[in-house]
């Protein structure tokens, strides 16, 4: 299973919310640049870059530092937040990324996350779906929509699409254990690269996700709080 550290960025900082609401927006590096440094200086390789701001609707200002961290880093970069047009997908690969995630335009406009799908391929675009209660919701989890989670993944699996990060927003940021019982509910029934992000407080958490089939598991709050170290994901490697 990949190791994947996001790096979540407000105003040019890294910080963590709570179930994406932010009013309880934490910074914890005021350099998402040095925490891109530290991560690769300790054998990691994947990154999960989102810009917040973006995700809830107010310009990507992060391709700069997208293209600073893939030109100058080793790391693998996913990107996300705020993609809602091919201008912004093609705009975050000409920057570095390897691959991107979107989230609500695959609600909103379905025929374009379609377009995206077959123009790059589904080894570069990954499906954000995020959820609670079931149901997907969009706009930086703002927005609740009446998709119910598993219709949604496999309306898109059909497409053809591999790569899946999904958030269970009630675990995000709660360091109370991901949503393992909702990962294997979709891993029973569809064959697909599932990426898990939210809730995770320990390497337990991340061996488990490991053992009912998970691709990959994205490291965040834990991290940050010094609960899970860099050199213990390293080893996790």
């Known amino acids: ?58 310009k990507n200002t992060s391709f700069r530092l997208l293209e600073k961290i893939a030109s100058r880093t080793t790391l693998q970069v996913d990107f996300g937040g705020g993609l809602r047009s091919s201008d912004d997908v093609r705009a975050a690969f000409e920057s570095g990324a390897a691959q991107v995630t979107c989230g609500s335009l695959a609600v909103t406009d379905r025929l374009l996350f ?20 079931h149901n997907v919701v969009i706009h930086g989890w703002t927005e609740s929509s009446p998709i119910e989670i598993n219709a949604f993944i496999k309306s898109y699996v059909a497409n053809g699409i591999r790569y899946i990060i999904c958030t269970d927003i009630e675990k ?38 490991a053992e009912i089939g998970c691709e990959g598991a994205i490291v965040g709050k834990a991290l940050y709080e010094g609960i899970i170290k860099l050199n213990e994901l390293s080893r996790l490697c």
């Open 172 to 209: 995000d940021g709660m360091l109370a254990g991901p949503a393992t019982d909702l990962y294997k509910e979709i891993l029973r029934t569809e064959e697909i690269f599932l990426i898990a992000s939210g809730g995770i407080s320990s390497l337990v958490d991340m061996e488990k996700l």
């Open 114 to 133: 379609t377009r995206l799908l077959e123009n790059w391929g589904n080894d570069k675009i990954i499906l954000g779906a995020d959820c609670m209660n």
């Open 1 to 58: 299973m990949r190791i994947i550290v996001a790096l979540d960025i407000i105003e040019g900082k890294c910080v963590r919310l709570e179930k994406g609401d932010f009013s309880t927006k934490k910074v914890y590096n005021a350099d998402p640049w040095e925490m891109a440094r530290q991560i690769e200086d300790n054998g990691l390789k994947y990154l999960h870059l989102v810009d917040l701001e973006g995700a809830e609707g107010i």
